[in-house]
């Protein structure tokens, strides 16, 4: 008998990972890093967690992440998101 998830699962491409650090090497490191494909190209990311102020788009309190880096990976199969710095 085939389990419909599994059958499922090998339909979906894999477009990449988020990987919330939790323990960072230094304050200036990233809160998020990882990779995502865009139009079968692979990029590598990192992102600072903040928090929302009163006054703005968001409740008061709310987390977010703001993407401050972005770049092509040159080999995507060598990236390693703990290493990523700011």
Do not use: H
């Not at 990779?35 to 990311?45: A, N, S």
């Not at 929302?52 to 987390?63: I, Q």
């Amino acid at each position: 008998m085939t389990d419909i998830n599994t059958e499922a699962k090998k339909e979906r491409p894999d477009l990449g990972a988020a990987f919330i650090a939790v323990n960072k090497k230094s304050e200036k490191s990233y809160d998020m890093s990882g990779t995502i494909v865009v139009e079968g190209i692979k990029y590598r990311f990192g992102a600072y967690k903040q928090k929302s102020k009163a006054g703005g788009k968001l409740p008061e309190g709310t987390v977010f992440y703001t993407f401050y880096r972005v770049e092509k990976a040159d080999d995507p199969t060598a990236f390693n998101p703990s290493e990523l710095e700011a």
